[in-house]
């Protein structure tokens, strides 16, 4: 290990003032699945894991330097204001891994249906006491310690000494390997009810109350112990690579889940999305499998619900960009379990455009709630008879600089002591039909559940 650079700055935050102390190092073959394993003794519950769908980047982290967290109607301006003021001074060099800010929006604020999600807020994101970036095959970990103490080089040398400790635990934990977990039951929680909304919104839509909602439902696992975190991370890297890989704890609480869909990145003023909307399953065989694309390709249905989510993306990107650029046609993002209608955009922001804008004008895209948007959400509320929480909700994460990528967290799961629940669902049209609907949702269920040991009959 070598050190690289300390940096310390101090910022005003709600009129309390705080230090910003930061000390990043270098570091040589760490695992961030072993980092993050390092914490589990002192930080379960602090946690969180990300890795992108490129594999270019990994970020892990430990502990709590600072919690933004809020129940606003405006919880997209309070998140942003309140990282802008606490990084407004820190002065970084162009190579140096930043601060990050990391955590997600809860989907419908204003859904109070209860269950797991009780008392989460609708906005949870955290600055990591210790933060692991790997990138470029670099590999670097930073302490943050952000304080009002006036004096705190003896609470950074502890935290020098502590970094030292997780670093060769994880240095030393570097081969471990973890079992899938083991399931005593599957319960579909509410199962009729899915049924039954699907054809109450189908009908709705047929009398041209809304043009597309999407159901989603639930299912419920009660494992034989009680599965860790690292576990469960350790299945989807190996199960999932292909895809988005995001991992947030909250105490007892560890949201997961490996999606296909970025809702956007932003790097040095330019934007990216991705519209993702139309799915069919993947082939048994090669054949099978182009077969399969091609029936896509040229569904209507499937084509119908991908442009709503085009038109929407294109219409923010017209807002906030200078110029923008939309293909003509979608192409096929395929993963391990499911095939997908995809079409990227791309855009230079304007100058006053921020991530946190984009993310607050984009979501929920058509792809996860309907359209027109309001009236689905309100459909949404009435039919689906369970709280989403964080699931379809935008999870990533952002620096100092305005550079972050946040994606759509589908294909997840919460766990809970020894409980998972997972969640899947499907845009809801005109000629929609609830079995056909069920179906689909138990192919978008498969990942998670392999992955936590279990299997669709």
Not at 46 to 75: C, P, S, Y
Not at 211 to 216: C, Y
Not at 243 to 270: C, H, I, M, W
Not at 421 to 443: H, R
């Amino acid at each position: 290990m070598q050190q690289k650079w300390l940096k310390t700055t101090e910022v005003e935050v709600a009129s309390n003032k705080l230090s910003f102390y930061i000390e990043t190092i270098e570091v040589n073959q760490l695992s961030p699945l072993a980092f993050f394993a390092a914490g589990e003794r002192k930080y379960k519950g602090k946690r969180f894991f990300w890795q992108n769908r490129e594999k270019t980047l990994a970020i892990v982290g430990l502990g709590q330097a600072i919690i933004l967290e809020n129940r606003r109607i405006d919880r997209f301006d309070d998140i942003e204001f309140k990282w802008k003021e606490l990084t407004k001074n820190i002065v970084m060099e162009e190579q140096e891994p930043q601060p990050i800010l990391f955590g997600g929006f809860t989907f419908d604020p204003e859904n109070v249906e209860p269950g797991e999600w009780d008392g989460f807020p609708s906005s949870y994101f955290t600055v990591a006491t210790f933060q692991l970036t790997k990138q470029h095959e670099k590999t670097y970990v930073s302490i943050h310690l952000i304080t009002d103490r006036q004096d705190s080089s003896a609470l950074f040398d502890q935290l020098r000494e502590e970094r030292d400790q997780l670093i060769h635990a994880a240095q030393v934990k570097e081969l471990k390997t973890y079992e899938k977990p083991e399931i005593r039951t599957i319960d579909e929680r509410n199962k009729d009810n899915y049924f039954q909304a699907v054809q109450s919104v189908t009908n709705l839509i047929r009398n041209h109350k809304a043009d597309k909602v999407v159901i989603a439902r639930s299912l419920e696992l009660e494992f034989k112990g009680q599965p860790s975190s690292p576990q469960v991370i350790y299945q989807i890297l190996n199960e999932q690579p292909e895809s988005y890989l995001f991992a947030l704890e909250r105490d007892n609480l560890l949201f997961f889940g490996a999606t296909p869909e970025r809702l956007v990145k932003v790097e040095n003023q330019y934007a990216y999305s991705a519209c993702v909307a139309g799915s069919i399953k993947r082939g048994k065989t090669a054949e099978e499998d182009k077969k399969l694309g091609e029936q896509l390709l040229n569904d209507s249905k499937n084509l119908k619900e991908h442009q709503y989510v085009v038109d929407m993306i294109a219409s923010t990107f017209k807002k906030h960009c200078e110029h923008y650029k939309v293909p003509k046609r979608p192409k096929l993002l395929k993963i391990r379990d499911i095939q997908h209608l995809y079409t990227p955009v791309e855009g230079k922001l304007f100058d006053h455009a921020t991530i946190l804008q984009l993310v607050k004008h984009l979501h929920p895209t058509p792809a996860l709630g309907g359209v027109p948007r309001n009236k689905a959400l309100e459909m949404i509320r009435e039919f689906e008879k369970m709280n989403r929480g964080l699931y379809a909700g935008p999870v990533g994460w952002m620096d100092a600089d305005g550079n972050g990528e946040f994606v759509v967290a589908i294909r997840s799961a919460a766990l809970i002591d020894d409980k998972a629940y997972l969640y899947a669902g499907g845009g809801i049209v005109a000629d929609s039909n609830p079995m056909t609907e069920y179906d689909e949702t138990l192919v978008k269920f498969r990942p998670m559940l392999r992955a936590l040991g279990g299997q669709i009959q």
